[in-house]
């Protein structure tokens, strides 16, 4: 088993935490989801956080926890589906974490948010856009893709069977 982190990345619907959340326990490791750190650093939801403090803050506020969490005993560490934007933490997550791609069709991620009070479910075309411009970096920091459009526990199977038999250095 590696001893780095894994950390798993993708848009918004990816099933990050549904998955990750598997993966570790397949893996027998602690489950980490940044977005919940953020919000209880500051103690209260994100859609109210974007409200109140706006992206900036979320965003600055979403380097430093991963940074943090890195710091630790790895685990897998569920990723804000922006997470990747920041430079400085793909940079991070290069030097301590293999990295999976959620990816799934737009239409998959939307009809699993569409409903939701995720602050940057406006409207799918936008949401289409802003799922476009980020696949360069999920694509750039990923070892793996895995087609998230399945059922979490077969993505979870996929990505833990990686894992077991990663090198100590993800393929970039």
Do not use: C, N
Not at 20 to 26: D, N
Not at 125 to 132: D, L, M, N, P, S
Request: proline residues 4%; without cysteine; positive net charge.
């Amino acid at each position: 088993m590696s001893a780095r982190w894994l950390a798993l990345s993708g848009f918004m619907g990816a099933g990050k935490t549904s998955v990750g959340r598997r993966v570790a326990t397949r893996l027998g490791r602690e489950f980490v989801d940044s977005d919940r750190v953020i919000e209880e650093r500051a103690g209260m939801p994100i859609p109210e956080i974007f409200a109140k403090r706006g992206e900036l803050w979320f965003r600055r506020t979403e380097e430093a926890v991963i940074r943090e969490v890195l710091a630790g005993e790895p685990g897998v560490l569920a990723l804000g589906g922006g997470a990747l934007e920041s430079a400085k933490t793909r940079g991070v997550l290069g030097r301590l974490a293999d990295v999976v791609w959620l990816r799934a069709d737009i239409d998959v991620l939307w009809a699993r948010v569409k409903d939701s009070d995720r602050p940057l479910v406006s409207d799918r075309a936008r949401f289409e856009r802003r799922a476009r411009a980020r696949e360069e970096h999920y694509r750039e920091a990923a070892g793996l893709e895995v087609d998230a459009a399945g059922p979490a526990d077969e993505v979870a199977a996929r990505v833990a069977a990686w894992v077991a038999g990663a090198p100590a250095e993800a393929p970039r």
